[in-house]
């Protein structure tokens, strides 16, 4: 199991919003899907489905840097870091991608109303990425469940 922690004083800049289509206005233009990693950084990538379809805003993503790998107990430490940590904001398909990754291993993270958490896949462990320099890391479809439930 890896524990997340956060910095609680230092608060990140708040990003851009993604555009959202409103009645007569076209669909916002979505993140590009091709990218080609500069050779000493990594590039991650996925997309976030909520109930079953794209979430209705976009979602701050984060990478925590894993800083004791899971051992034989099966206890590991990741930092997850809001102010420092790589960070990606989700498109309108919930597609988000993390760009100029230094390699090594990390957690997936995301913003909820309490703060930066790591998120958890459908067996209950942490979503681990190790990322290598030059090469894409594709997480496929992170299933999430509402915030409160």
Not at 20 to 49: E, F, I, M, N, Y
Not at 128 to 142: E, F, H, K
């Amino acid at each position: 199991m890896l524990l997340g922690c956060a910095q609680a004083t230092p608060t990140p800049t708040e990003p851009a919003p993604v555009a959202r289509p409103t009645a007569g206005t076209p669909t916002p233009t979505l993140l590009s899907r091709d990218h080609t990693p500069k050779p000493d950084l990594g590039v991650v990538q996925g997309t976030l489905v909520l109930d079953g379809q794209p979430p209705a805003e976009s979602h701050m993503m984060y990478l925590a840097r894993v800083i004791k790998p899971q051992g034989d107990d099966g206890m590991g430490v990741a930092a997850l870091d809001p102010v420092n940590d790589p960070r990606a904001e989700s498109d309108a398909s919930g597609y988000f991608v993390f760009l100029d990754v230094p390699p090594g291993q990390y957690g997936l993270g995301i913003m909820s109303p309490s703060g930066p958490v790591l998120i958890r896949g459908e067996d209950g462990s942490e979503i681990l990425s190790t990322i290598q320099a030059g090469q894409t890391v594709d997480l496929g479809d992170i299933h999430i469940v509402p915030f409160g439930q």
